[in-house]
């Protein structure tokens, strides 16, 4: 009978591939592991599968490694498609979303990624999509909050009476 196969149960293959991109030492303790392998004779062909990049990739990474040592499996700035805004567009924008939304002329105070995107629209002529407006608000400093509705016909003395009475009866079985 053949023994059970080792399983990660709480962890999906792309989270852990997620984990070695979100640091750097990660990622270059992986590359340096490949182009050890290629020292002990392996062929970067064989290891592509391992690494699950092409055999070019790790015999780029051997280069670079030979001519700059650890700091050759660094990765390099300035890599990646150029950003639609340049540097003063962004600080433009954080000063923007620092202040109220209805001060641009929106009727409401909180902006929203629907309202930043149509205002970079309307000031700098660049379209985003609603997923990546998210990321540039976010690389900017700023968080996303969930609004929190408050009626204004709301009894505060009812509520705590209404939460207390909950309380007794929550460990009660029916």
Do not use: C
């Not at 979100?22 to 590359?31: F, S």
């Not at 660094?74 to 979303?97: I, N, Y």
């Not at 204004?152 to 509520?159: G, I, L, N, R, V």
Request: no cysteine; hydrophobic share 35%.
């Amino acid at each position: 009978m053949a023994r059970p196969v080792l399983k990660v149960d709480n962890y999906s293959a792309d989270e852990i591939k997620a984990m070695f991109r979100k640091d750097e030492r990660y990622t270059i303790g992986l590359r340096l592991y490949a182009v050890y392998q290629v020292a002990l004779g392996k062929s970067s062909r064989k290891l592509e599968e391992l690494y699950n990049t092409s055999f070019k990739q790790i015999t780029n990474w051997v280069h670079r490694f030979e001519k700059e040592g650890i700091d050759g499996l660094r990765d390099k700035e300035g890599r990646g498609r150029t950003a639609k805004l340049d540097k003063e567009q962004r600080e433009d924008l954080s000063v923007v979303l620092s202040e109220p939304a209805d001060k641009h002329g929106y009727n409401s105070a909180t902006w929203t990624g629907p309202m930043v995107i149509e205002w970079i629209e309307k000031t700098y002529g660049i379209v985003y999509r609603k997923a990546h407006i998210y990321n540039i608000i976010k690389s900017l400093g700023f968080s996303y909050q969930k609004g929190k509705g408050i009626f204004a016909e709301t009894d505060a003395e009812k509520q705590e009476d209404f939460k207390m009475a909950l309380k007794k009866t929550a460990g009660r079985k029916p």
